[in-house]
């Protein structure tokens, strides 16, 4: 993680596995992670030893912003 924690699971878990075991409202406010840099879906299965980011939406963010970086993230995943 981010902040050099780490978290140790029986079985390979998904983003949003990561991301509910850091905190469910971390889990409700993710809409993607970051795998070794790369953009993932939530459902993505984390290889053991990736470093992993978790974005979120912070509640009172500014929409226009919000709304860009959600486009980015479509765009991505369109083009793969």
């Known amino acids: 993680l981010p902040d050099n924690s780490t ?4 079985e ?3 983003i949003l596995d ?6 469910p409202n971390l ?4 809409y993607a992670g ?3 840099g790369k953009l993932s879906d939530l459902r993505t299965l984390i290889p053991d030893g990736s470093k ?3 974005p979120h939406v912070v ?5 226009d912003q919000l709304n860009t970086m959600m486009e980015n993230i479509a765009a991505r995943f369109i083009k793969s």
């Open 7 to 10: 978290r140790e699971f029986k």
């Open 12 to 14: 390979s878990p998904s």
């Open 18 to 23: 990561l991301a509910k075991s850091i905190s």
């Open 27 to 30: 889990a409700k406010a993710t």
């Open 34 to 36: 970051l795998i070794d």
């Open 52 to 54: 992993v980011k978790i």
């Open 59 to 63: 509640i009172g963010a500014d929409l």
